[in-house]
């Protein structure tokens, strides 16, 4: 059976030019980057080569990027590594709907007596800009909020966000995991202009942007206060210990420089066949709806809900075909609880119980989402005799 894998969000394939630029540092150019020996510093240079690669496609400098061993840890180091440096600051602001590598240390942060706002989102996914000022604060330390949405894909309005921010000296960690490599901003840069945007911290992930996983990326405005979280040897400018994933970086240089080359053919194509997936289900299943708003979101996303049924049955019999799709953030894919960014945007839990996620890649094809539209009227259709 052909997997047709719409569940991108979560991860995607490897690019071939990825694979094929990472597999010597997998074999015969083994050495250690930190070592002073000629071997050694081969694959120093490979990694200050991606360094500059994921640079150049940023517009920043490539002192700028720091690796670390995923968007998780990118996301922790930011959260924690500001706060420790500024520990008389004990009030930081976020949203309802981040991901859990962010809700989870925010959750961790109240239990050791840190005030967090979590900001709250319409039923379209939206902030409240104004919810978001009247919350910050001379105590606060730190503002942590996504660029895009990972199981919506509606994207937050960050240059605005950084403007209330830095009017008040106040950091901003972006977490960029589902934008970096898929957009960019007018400037040419993915996913925003860095140099002008005052955005402090921006994470991403290289297994996002079709490069292996294993592979963080944290950016650090320059003049930003960043306190390491992981101690040991003086990698990455003292702030992320531990020898590097040659192989790993060197392929998520590789595939951030491919996806900046094609982003803007490959995003207009995957739009197009978002949209036909998405109209296409709708016309055909009287019962699906759209969850989010379907103009500003990344070009790879759709999440709709079937009322009144389980996405965890809706998900088997998808998989029974060889369609790959998710009900959510990968990290709570295994949780039967209802998705935390549905139920923070106000809808019903009888369609927010029954909502799938799709999201496309540069290498999903029109004849893949043509099977899908086949499958889903025919799966809705026995779920809703089942119940009867």
Not at 61 to 88: C, H, K, W, Y
Not at 341 to 352: E, K, P, Q, W
Request: overall charge neutral.
């Amino acid at each position: 059976m052909s997997v047709i894998y719409l569940d991108n969000n979560a991860t995607t394939r490897i690019a071939p030019e990825v694979l094929e630029a990472m597999l010597p540092w997998l074999g015969e150019r083994y050495a250690n980057p930190s070592s002073v020996h000629h071997f050694g510093q081969q694959a120093r240079h490979a990694v200050e080569v991606a360094r500059e690669q994921v640079a150049a496609a940023m517009g920043v400098r490539d002192r700028q990027i720091i690796f670390t061993g995923s968007g998780t840890e990118s996301n922790n180091l930011a959260i924690r590594g500001v706060l420790a440096a500024r520990p008389e600051k004990r009030h930081v602001a976020t949203t309802a709907v981040e991901h859990d590598s962010v809700l989870r240390p925010m959750q961790q942060l109240e239990r050791e007596g840190y005030r967090v706002t979590y900001l709250g989102v319409d039923s379209l996914g939206h902030l409240d800009l104004g919810e978001l000022e009247a919350s910050l604060s001379d105590q606060t330390a730190l503002v942590s909020i996504m660029h895009a949405n990972n199981e919506t894909g509606v994207i937050f309005p960050i240059e605005r966000i950084a403007a209330l921010t830095s009017a008040k000296d106040i950091p901003l960690h972006v977490d960029a995991v589902q934008t970096t490599g898929r957009i960019r901003d007018a400037s040419g840069h993915s996913p925003l202009n860095l140099v002008d945007v005052p955005v402090d911290l921006l994470t991403a992930s290289a297994h996002k942007f079709h490069g292996p996983k294993g592979v963080g990326i944290l950016y650090l405005r320059r003049g930003a206060r960043l306190r390491p979280q992981v101690l040991g040897g003086h990698q990455e400018r003292d702030l992320r210990a531990g020898t590097e994933n040659v192989a790993g970086i060197v392929g998520a240089g590789r595939a951030l420089e491919l996806a900046m080359r094609h982003l803007d053919a490959d995003s207009a194509r995957v739009a197009t066949l978002r949209d036909r997936l998405e109209e296409g289900i709708c016309s055909r299943v009287s019962i699906a709806r759209v969850n989010g708003d379907r103009v500003g979101r990344i070009p790879n996303t759709t999440n709709i809900g079937f009322e009144a049924l389980q996405a965890e049955a809706i998900l088997m019999l998808l998989s029974n075909h060889g369609v790959c799709a998710s009900s959510g953030s990968a990290c709570s894919s295994g949780s039967l609880e209802p998705s935390h960014v549905l139920t923070a945007m106000g809808i019903d839990r009888r369609v927010v119980h029954g909502a799938i996620r799709f999201s496309l890649s540069r290498f999903t094809t029109e004849a893949e989402i043509d099977q899908v539209l086949d499958l889903m009227p025919g799966i809705i259709e026995r779920l809703q005799k089942l119940q009867r």
